[in-house]
C-alpha cells in the first residue's frame, strides 16, 4: 500500500508544482485586483498540499514521528511568514512571497529526505532570517540616504573580501569564510548585494567618464580578489553583474564588449593559474574520462537525472546520497532524480518568475539608484540559479555556488532572504511612487476643472453683463424722449 502511494505522490507533486509555476506566469495577465488575490491564494493552497504530500511520503517511508513535527513547524513557518508580509505591508508583493515560500518548502522537502539534522539547522535560520527580513522593507522605505553611502559600501566590500582572502579557511580548493561557535560564514554571499548598493550609488552620483573609470577599478577590485581567494563563483556573479548594470545605465555596448573581453582572457589566466580551475574544465568537457580525478561530482550528477527521467523515483527511491554535497552544489541533481526532470523544471520557472518580477519592479521605479539596485539584485538572483543548474547538467563547468534558497547553507540562505526583503521594500516603494504619480494627476485634473468653471462663470458674468450695455443702448434715454415729443 505503501509502494502505491509513494508511487502516486510523484505525479501528484509534478501535477501542483507544474500548475504553481503556470499561474507565477498567468497572474500578470490579469488587471483585476480581486482575479490577481484568487490567483496568488490558489498558489498557497497548491504550496500547502505540495508540501503536505511530500512529508506524509517522508513519515510513511520512516515511520517517524518527527517528520510530522517537523511539518507542523514549517507549516507554522511559511503561514507567519504569508500572514506577516500581507498584513504589515498591505502593498507588498503577494507574487514574491508565495514564491520564497516554495521555493523554501522545495528546498527543506530535500534537505529533510537527505539529512535531517542539516534540514532542522536550515529551519532554524530560515526562521531566524525571515523574522529579519521583516524590518528590511521598513529601512528601504524610511532611509532616504542609501544612495549616498557609495564609499561605505565599496569599502566594507572590499574589507570582508580581504579578510576572507588572507584568514578564511579552505575549502573544495577555495577560501570562502569562517568557522565560528561550529557556524559558517561565507562574507561573500553578503558582499554580492553590497557591491550592488555600491555600483548603484556611483552610478546615481555620476555618469561622467572618470566616475564610471573609478567605479569599473573599484568593481575589478572585488573580482580580483574573490579570484584570489580562488571563489571563482563569486567572482563570476559579481563580473556579471556590474557588465549588466553598466549597460544598462550607459546604454554603450562598448564598455560590455570591453568586459567580456578582459573577462575571456581572465579565465584564459585562471585555467593556467588554479590547477582545480583545469580540474573543472576537464570534468566539463568529459567527466566519465577523469571520472577518478575530479569527474565524479559531476558524472553521478548526471547518472542521477537521467535515472529520475522525466517523473522521477519519488522521495526515498532514488540514490541522490551517492551525490557528493547532494544538498548544497548538486541538490537540483537530487530533486531531478527523486522528483523528476517536470518537477525540476518547474522549480526554474518559479525561479524565472521571480527575476520577471524583479525587472517588472526595476522597469517601473523612477528613483535611479532604486532602479539599479533592484536590476542588480535581480541579475545576482538569476544567474546564481543559471551558474547551479548549468553546472550540475554539464552544461557550463561546475561553480560550486548554491541554488538560492534550496541548497542547505546558512550564508547562501540569509543572504537570499534578505535579497527578498530589499525587493519587496522597492517593490513598495513602487508603489508609493505610482500612488504619488496619480495624486499629482488628480490634482492637476482638480485644478484644470477649477480653471475651466472659474472661466465659465467669468464667461457667463461677462455675457450677461454685455447683454446688459446693448439693452442699454438700444433702450431711449427719458430726456431725449421729451424733446422729440
Known amino acids: 500500500m505503501i509502494n502505491i502511494i509513494v508511487e502516486l505522490s510523484k505525479y501528484i507533486l509534478i501535477v501542483m508544482i507544474v500548475v504553481y509555476a503556470y499561474l507565477c506566469f498567468g497572474v500578470f495577465a490579469y488587471r483585476s485586483p480581486e482575479a490577481k488575490k484568487k490567483i496568488l491564494t490558489q498558489q498557497n493552497v497548491l504550496m500547502f498540499l505540495m508540501h503536505m504530500t511530500a512529508f506524509l511520503v517522508m ?109 578564511g579557511r579552505v575549502s573544495y580548493g577555495a577560501r570562502l569564510g569562517f568557522t565560528v561557535a561550529g557556524i559558517s560564514i561565507q562574507p561573500s554571499e553578503l558582499v554580492k548585494i553590497i557591491f550592488v548598493f555600491f555600483v548603484a550609488a556611483s552610478f546615481k552620483k555620476s555618469m561622467e567618464f572618470k566616475n564610471i573609470v573609478v567605479t569599473t577599478t573599484l568593481a575589478a577590485f572585488h573580482v580580483l580578489i574573490l579570484v584570489a581567494s580562488t571563489d571563482l563563483g563569486a567572482a563570476l556573479i559579481v563580473f556579471v553583474v556590474y557588465l549588466t548594470m553598466l549597460y544598462v545605465a550607459t546604454h554603450q555596448f562598448l564598455y560590455v ?47 542521477a537525472i537521467g535515472t529520475g527521467g522525466w517523473f522521477g523515483m519519488g522521495l526515498f527511491q532514488g540514490a541522490p546520497d551517492s551525490i557528493p554535497v547532494a544538498d548544497t552544489d548538486f541538490i537540483f541533481s537530487a530533486i531531478a532524480e527523486e522528483m523528476g526532470l517536470i518537477f525540476a523544471l518547474a522549480v526554474i520557472l518559479i525561479c524565472i518568475s521571480c527575476y520577471v518580477m524583479f525587472l517588472n519592479i526595476a522597469m517601473q521605479l523612477h528613483n535611479m539608484f532604486y532602479k539599479m539596485v533592484a536590476l542588480g539584485l535581480g541579475t545576482c538572483y538569476i544567474f546564481q540559479v543559471f551558474l547551479t543548474v548549468g553546472g550540475v547538467t554539464k552544461f557550463i563547468p561546475s561553480t560550486g ?41 488628480r490634482e492637476k485634473l482638480r485644478a484644470k476643472r477649477s480653471i475651466a468653471e472659474d472661466g465659465e462663470k467669468n464667461g457667463k458674468k461677462g455675457n450677461a ?21
Open 59 to 167: 513519515y510513511l517511508e520512516t515511520s517517524d514521528l518527527k517528520m510530522i513535527a517537523f511539518y507542523l513547524m514549517q507549516v507554522v513557518l511559511f503561514s507567519a511568514t504569508i500572514i506577516l508580509y500581507t498584513n504589515l505591508y498591505p502593498k507588498a508583493s503577494r507574487l514574491v512571497v508565495n514564491n520564497l515560500c516554495m521555493l523554501l518548502s522545495v528546498g527543506l522537502i530535500m534537505i529533510t529526505r537527505l539529512n535531517y539534522e542539516k534540514a532542522m539547522k536550515q529551519y532554524i535560520i530560515a526562521a531566524g532570517s525571515i523574522a529579519l527580513s521583516l524590518v528590511i522593507p521598513v529601512i528601504i522605505r524610511k532611509l532616504k540616504l542609501l544612495s549616498e553611502w557609495r564609499l561605505f559600501y565599496g569599502g566594507l566590500g572590499i574589507l570582508s573580501l580581504g579578510v576572507v582572502a588572507v584568514l
Open 257 to 303: 564588449a570591453a568586459g567580456v573581453l578582459s573577462g575571456g582572457a581572465a579565465s584564459v589566466g585562471a585555467y593556467h593559474l588554479f590547477n582545480h580551475v583545469r580540474v573543472r574544465v576537464l570534468v566539463w568537457k568529459d567527466p566519465i574520462a577523469v571520472y577518478d580525478k575530479g569527474g565524479y561530482q559531476v558524472a553521478q550528477s548526471l547518472f
Open 401 to 441: 555556488v548554491t541554488l538560492p534558497l534550496i541548497s542547505y547553507g546558512g550564508s547562501s540562505l540569509v543572504s537570499t532572504l534578505i535579497l527578498f526583503a530589499i525587493i519587496q521594500g522597492l517593490y513598495i516603494l513602487r508603489e508609493d511612487e505610482e500612488e504619488d504619480i496619480e495624486r499629482r494627476q
Open 465 to 485: 453683463a454685455e447683454r446688459e450695455k446693448r439693452s442699454r443702448q438700444r433702450r431711449p434715454e427719458k430726456g431725449k424722449e421729451k424733446t422729440i415729443r
